[in-house]
C-alpha cells in the first residue's frame, strides 16, 4: 500500500464584490505562492506596450473570440468598454492536468459562469471586514465621484448576495491575512479525503 | 454589513493507524499553534508522580467512571489493561463554546465513536506513506518482537480501512509537512462559508 495525493491541479476561484481587493491580495498570493499558476484570459483589445501572447493575455480578433464562444472554449466571458474578455477553457484544463493548480481572479458574474463548467472548482469570496471598510478602501483610491462610489457600494451590496454559492468565505482585515487563509485553503483541499490515491504495492 | 468568523471553536480528530506517529505530529502541532486546546482524558488508572487532576487527566474511580458511560458524559471510551480511559463531553463542549478549537489525538475505533456523537467534527486521518515505512516506524522504536510486528502490521491494515469515514488524509511524509498541513486544514475550515456570521451594521 502506497498513498499519495493526487496529480491533478485545482482550479482555485477567487472572487468578491467589487473594491474588496481581489488583486492585491492575488498579486500576494502569486508573490507567496509560485507553484501557482494565473489562468491567462483571451482579449479582443489591443496589447499594450510590453504584453505578450500567451503570457498576459491570448489576443484575439472578435471574429475569432465569437467563435471561441460558440464553440464553448470559455469557461467565462464578458464584454467590457466595447472588448471581449474571457477564461479559454484549454489553457486551464491543460494546467490542471499537468498537476497545477491554476488561480482565477474573477467578478462574481465570471464565477457563476465558471462554476457551471466547473463544479469541481475551489470558490473563494473576498470579503471586507465591513460596508464602511469597503466605503473606505474606494475612497480612498481618490477616483471616484460620489456618484460613483454610491453606485459602486450599491453594486457591492448585491454581490454580497453570491456568497451562498461559494465554498470558502476569506475576510480582508489585512491582505497578508487573507493570503494566508486562502494558502491554507489550497493546501487544505488538497488533503480532502476523495483526492488521495491509494495504491498496492 | 459586518462579517466575522464565528465564535465557537472546531473539534478537530486526529486518528490513524497504530504506529503512524499521531503522538509525535500532535506534540509538534501544539508545540506550534498554542491555541489549540488539548482535550483531557478521564481514567480510573492511578495518577503519576507529577499529573495533576484536570491538567494531564481527570482521575476517576472506576465507579464514578461507569456513572459517567451511563450519563453519556464520555465520547468515546475504552478499557485498557485494566483501566478505563474516555473524552469528558463536558471540558470538550465547554471549550468549544468559548470559542478556542479543541485537538482530540486518538485510536481509529475511539474517533469512530467520536463521529457518532460530533458529526460536525473535523476528522483527519493520518497516512504513513507507505507500508513500508510504516515497517520501520515500528521496526525502529526496537522494542518490539518479529510476532508483535506483524501483529501490528496487520492491525494497521485492517485500520486503513476507517480511512472511508474521515473528512481529510494527511500523509506523514515528514513531521513538519504534517504539522503544517494539519495547521492548514483547521484555517481552512474556519473559513467555509457556513461559518461566516454576517451581521448588519
Known amino acids: 500500500m502506497k498513498a499519495n495525493y493526487q496529480n491533478d491541479g485545482l ?9 474588496v481587493g481581489k488583486g492585491t491580495v492575488c498579486a500576494a498570493l502569486r ?15 489591443q496589447p499594450r506596450e510590453g504584453e505578450e501572447h500567451g503570457v498576459n493575455y491570448f489576443f484575439e480578433t472578435e471574429t475569432s ?11 467565462e466571458w464578458a464584454q467590457y468598454v466595447g472588448n471581449y474578455y474571457g477564461t479559454p477553457r484549454r489553457f486551464v484544463e491543460d494546467t490542471l492536468r499537468s498537476g497545477k493548480d491554476v488561480l482565477l481572479e474573477i467578478d462574481v458574474q465570471g464565477a457563476q459562469q ?7 472548482g475551489i470558490f ?15 475612497v480612498g483610491r481618490g477616483s471616484e465621484t460620489e456618484a460613483s462610489i454610491h453606485n459602486r ?5 448585491d454581490e ?11 475576510i480582508n482585515d489585512r491582505v497578508e491575512a487573507a493570503c494566508e487563509r486562502i494558502d491554507a485553503i489550497i493546501t487544505a483541499e488538497h488533503c480532502k479525503k476523495d483526492r488521495i490515491v491509494m495504491m498496492n504495492g
Open 11 to 19: 482550479l482555485i476561484v477567487v472572487s468578491g464584490p467589487s473594491g
Open 31 to 45: 508573490e507567496k505562492k509560485t507553484d501557482l499558476t494565473y489562468s491567462v484570459s483571451a482579449t479582443t483589445r
Open 65 to 75: 473570440f465569437k467563435k471561441m464562444i460558440q464553440n464553448e472554449e470559455l469557461i
Open 114 to 120: 465558471v462554476k457551471q463548467r466547473f463544479s469541481n
Open 124 to 138: 473563494i469570496f473576498l470579503l471586507p471586514p465591513s460596508i464602511d471598510d469597503l466605503r473606505e478602501r474606494i
Open 153 to 157: 457600494l450599491g453594486a457591492a451590496t
Open 160 to 170: 454580497f448576495k453570491h456568497v451562498q454559492y461559494y465554498d470558502y468565505v476569506v
